[in-house]
C-alpha cells in the first residue's frame, strides 16, 4: 500500500512539479556518478581515467533519465499538454487556417448533431408504445416516397378482411402547418389521425379522453389534443384547458385531450396537436375522394411480420424466413 502511495504522490509531483522533481533527478545521476568516480579512482586509476570509465558503465545518462520518467506514468499527459500549446502557436500564427478549421469542425459537430438527433428515435430507442415489438407499419414502397402509405380505399378495405391484426389505425401521409389565432397565434404542426390512433399505441392521454367516433363524422364539431410542450409552454399546464374552445386557421376546435410528455408519432415527425381525420368514409371506399395515409397496426399474439417490395421477394422471403403471415 505504501509502494502505491509513493508512487501515486511521485507522479503528482511529476505532473505539476516537474522542473522541481527534473532537478532531483540531475542530482541523483550526479551522485550516483561521482560515487562511481570515487571507486574508481581507490582501483588506482587516473582521475580522467576514472571519470570516462564511471561514464561508460552508467551508460548514457540521457537515455536513463528518460525511463525514469517514462517510468512515472505521467509522461503522456505532459507531451499532450506540449503538444497543444504548440498547435496553439500554429493556429496563432496563421489567423485565416484557423478560422477556417474551426468554421470546419463547426460545421462537422453540427451536421453529427442534427442527424443523430433525427436517427436516434427511428433507429436506436425503442418506441415509447405499449408491447411496441408488436407495431408494424403497413403499405405500399415507393421510389418517390420515404415511408410506407396506403390509399384510402386500399385502408378500409383492407381493414375490413384481414386477420392478423387486432388492431388498424392510421394518420395523414404528411403533417401539416397550422396557425393557433385565439390569441398571441402560433404556427404549429397538425397531424391528423383516426379515432382508434391512440389505443392501437397503448397511449393515453395525459388529461381528456380519446376521439369519438362522433368525432371522425365530416360535419362534427372540430376537436383537438394538444401536446404536453404546447400544454406546458402556453396552457401552464392547467388540466382546466380541457373542454375548452381555441382558434385554429380561423375556426373553433374543442380541446380533447392533452398528449403524454414522451410521445412521439410512429413516423418521428414532430407535432403539435393531433385532429380527428374527418373524412366520408363511404366517398373514400368508392374511390370518388382520394385519401393518401399512412396505416400501422398492431399484431395479434403469435404472429410475427414479413416485409416485402415485390411479389417475387415476398413469396420467397416468407418461405425463407418462415414469417407466420404474409398478407398480399
Request: proline content about 7%; some cysteine; overall charge neutral.
Amino acid at each position: 500500500m505504501s509502494r502505491w502511495l509513493t508512487q501515486i504522490r511521485l507522479a503528482v509531483r511529476s505532473l505539476f512539479r516537474r522542473p522541481q522533481v527534473d532537478l532531483e533527478l540531475d542530482e541523483e545521476f550526479q551522485y550516483h556518478l561521482e560515487r562511481q568516480i570515487e571507486d574508481n579512482l581507490h582501483r588506482g586509476l587516473a582521475p580522467e581515467e576514472a571519470r570516462y570509465a564511471a561514464m561508460r558503465e552508467m551508460g548514457p545518462i540521457a537515455k536513463s533519465k528518460e525511463e525514469c520518467r517514462d517510468a512515472r506514468r505521467v509522461n503522456w499527459m505532459q507531451d499532450l499538454a506540449q503538444d497543444l500549446r504548440y498547435g496553439l502557436r500554429m493556429l496563432r500564427k496563421s489567423p485565416g487556417f484557423t478560422t477556417v478549421a474551426v468554421l470546419t469542425l463547426a460545421l462537422g459537430i453540427g451536421v453529427t448533431t442534427a442527424i443523430l438527433s433525427i436517427i436516434d428515435p427511428v433507429l436506436f430507442r425503442p418506441l415509447p408504445y405499449a408491447n411496441s415489438d408488436q407495431l408494424v407499419s403497413v403499405g405500399f414502397r415507393h421510389a418517390v416516397e420515404p415511408f410506407e402509405f396506403m390509399f384510402g380505399n386500399f385502408y378500409y378495405d383492407w381493414s375490413d378482411h384481414q386477420t392478423v391484426f387486432t388492431e388498424m389505425t392510421a394518420q395523414s401521409a404528411v403533417p401539416r402547418p397550422c396557425d393557433l389565432t385565439d390569441r398571441d397565434p402560433m404556427r404549429l404542426t397538425c397531424s391528423y389521425v383516426h379515432q382508434n390512433f391512440l389505443p392501437t399505441l397503448g397511449i393515453r392521454p395525459v388529461v381528456g379522453s380519446n376521439f369519438t367516433t362522433d368525432d371522425m363524422l365530416p360535419d362534427a364539431p372540430l376537436t383537438v389534443m394538444l401536446s404536453y410542450e404546447l400544454w406546458k409552454s402556453r396552457y401552464n399546464e392547467q388540466p382546466s384547458i380541457v373542454n375548452q374552445v381555441i382558434e385554429i386557421d380561423g375556426g373553433k376546435a374543442q380541446v380533447k385531450a392533452v398528449l403524454p410528455q414522451d410521445f412521439e408519432m410512429p413516423s418521428a415527425q414532430p407535432t403539435d396537436l393531433l385532429l380527428p381525420k374527418q373524412v366520408d368514409v363511404s366517398a373514400v371506399r368508392a374511390g370518388s375522394v382520394p385519401e393518401n395515409m399512412r396505416v400501422f397496426a398492431r399484431l395479434k399474439s403469435g404472429i410475427t411480420s414479413c416485409t416485402w417490395r415485390s411479389r417475387k421477394e415476398r413469396t420467397t422471403r416468407c418461405k425463407s424466413l418462415k414469417c407466420t403471415t404474409c398478407s398480399p
